[in-house]
């Protein structure tokens, strides 16, 4: 029986990720091969054996990384399905198929990454007006902007808006040169970004000349009405309430409309109050309008956004619980101090 001792380097993937908590992921693949010895350090496995079982493992931990790579996840059952002889990639495409939003321009089809876009989706279908409420990187925009293109694609809709209140984020830009369209856009790129990845540059320019498409600020929504549209209001959490207000009943009879923002990235003055905020607290329950919430489980880019992301809300509890506590010490000192004086 020839014997074959191969080494493979597990790189572009977060470890964690590939080995499992405990190495639970890595330990089905042990399992799988107790015929072999495997052995693992950092990026390092190991394999030694049969020939032909050492090359059928060694392809296994490839398709395990090229899953991790892909699609940035890499499931238990995934690691079972592989072992087991079954091709992730196959059932992923079948599962994809059913769920595709639309193809963008370069052919690569969109679809939801996470079970909350999935949502998301799903909620938009069934409601007029949804809010999408989540951090950053969790691909609300993305996904809002992709069923505002399939509804203009399908004749659904006769037009997209797309609009957001032009707040800086936490820094003064000053004068910005040029003519009104040249200071407004850099507020509105992110919208151009996903426009970009769904359309044709030839179709998009197109449309938004004729104004099938509109990219505009907030404040130009005043007095309108907007009807036979997929409307989108992006980084609500940095409306008034005067301004979520005048949005929403800019809405026609046959509009769509799917409201994104991020309450933790509040970019107003401290003497003014989000509007989005007190909005999803007015609005709930309202048969038509669906609230999502998405968490740092949905975040789709980089690995460390979600580990950022928890962070800073581990801090922010950290800092409420100790405001808190400090708050009932001061009122127990005024109290103490109170009863002293009367005693007096």
């Known amino acids: 029986m020839a014997s074959s001792e191969v080494i493979l380097i597990v790189e572009e993937v977060n470890l964690v990720d590939f080995y499992g908590q405990n190495d639970s992921k890595f330990n089905i693949l042990k399992k799988a091969y107790t015929d072999l010895t495997i052995t693992s350090r950092g990026q390092m496995v190991k394999v030694t054996g049969d020939k032909k079982r050492v090359q059928l493992c060694k392809n296994h931990v490839e398709m395990m990384i090229r899953v991790l790579k892909q699609y940035g996840e890499l499931s238990i059952q995934t690691v079972r399905d592989i072992v ?24 690569k089809p969109i679809v939801p990454r996470t079970r909350n876009q999935k949502k998301l989706v799903e909620s938009s279908d069934n409601n007029d007006i949804v809010f999408a409420i989540g951090p950053a990187g969790t691909g609300k925009t993305y996904t809002a902007v992709a069923l505002a293109v399939r509804a203009l694609k399908l004749n659904r809709v006769r037009r997209i808006i797309l609009t957001r209140p032009a707040v800086e984020a936490g820094e003064s830009l000053g004068f910005l040169p040029g003519d009104l369209k040249e200071k407004i856009d850099p507020y509105l790129r992110p919208l151009y970004d996903a426009l970009d990845d769904m ?3 030839e179709k998009l320019a197109l449309f938004m000349q004729n104004r099938t498409i509109e990219v505009a600020p907030l404040a130009f929504m005043r007095g309108r009405t907007l009807d036979n549209s997929f409307v989108i209001l992006d980084e609500a959490q940095n409306c008034t309430e005067t301004q979520l207000k005048m949005f929403l009943t800019r809405l026609g009879p046959s509009a769509k409309c799917i409201v994104t ?4 990235q509040i970019d107003l003055p401290r003497n003014q109050r989000s509007g989005l905020l007190r909005g999803l607290h ?6 038509g309008i669906g609230i999502l919430r998405l968490s740092s489980g949905d975040v789709v880019r980089h690995r460390l956004v979600r580990e950022i992301i928890d962070a800073y809300d581990r801090q922010s509890k950290e800092d409420e619980a100790f405001k808190k506590k400090r708050d009932e010490e001061r009122k127990k000192e005024r109290e103490n101090s109170e009863n002293k004086k009367e005693k007096e």
Do not use: A, M
């Open 84 to 107: 087991g002889g079954t091709n992730p990639f196959e059932s992923k495409l079948r599962k994809e198929n059913q769920n595709i939003i639309l193809y963008g321009q370069s052919g």
């Open 282 to 287: 007015i609005l709930d329950n309202i048969e």
């Open 199 to 201: 359309i044709h540059p």
């Open 261 to 264: 923002g991020d309450l933790s």
